[in-house]
């Protein structure tokens, strides 16, 4: 008898919970458990779910998925408190399973995600990073922590931190403005 790979059968998994418990139900139910307090490794269907739809959202979402080159990310973590990491990258798989492993040993799960267009080189990804990440902590926290731009910000809304990332333009703006009403 053939031997059934296992990204196979972790797949058929996932659809059939999805089915059974919804996503937007079973990721209600992780994101409840996970503020509880649930520690790794993950016995809840649900967040196990969630973490699974949001990289599978990522993979099928991909804008202009053959295009090389960098792209700004912004992914959304749960655990007592919420979490959101931006940055870029050039290659999204691999940076996503480096973050979401090292969120797991934190005791945190991946529930939200976004990811970009490519917006030019690795380089060039890199240099609008920066720029985007020294106008979010001045617009979400009032100033630049210690000089040093973090890209993890806790206690933030995912879907905020997503909208200006998205719009980079924007964001400035949104940084002139506050900065011309101090």
Known sequence: MPRI????????????????IGPEAARAKAISDLQAGAVPPWRQTEIRLTSYLVRKRLRDELPEPDREGGRLYVLGFQGLRAVVKV?????????????ETQARNLGYALVDGWISAPVGTRSEAYRLESSVLTNLHLVLNGHVEGGRTFEWFHGHDFERIR?????????????LEIALDR
């Open 5 to 20: 790979p296992q990204q196979i059968i972790r797949e058929v998994i996932m659809a059939k919970w999805a089915e059974e």
């Open 163 to 175: 909208q200006l990332v998205e719009d980079p333009t924007a964001l400035f703006h949104l940084t």
């Open 87 to 99: 940055g870029s990258t050039g290659a999204p798989e691999q940076q996503f399973d480096k973050y």
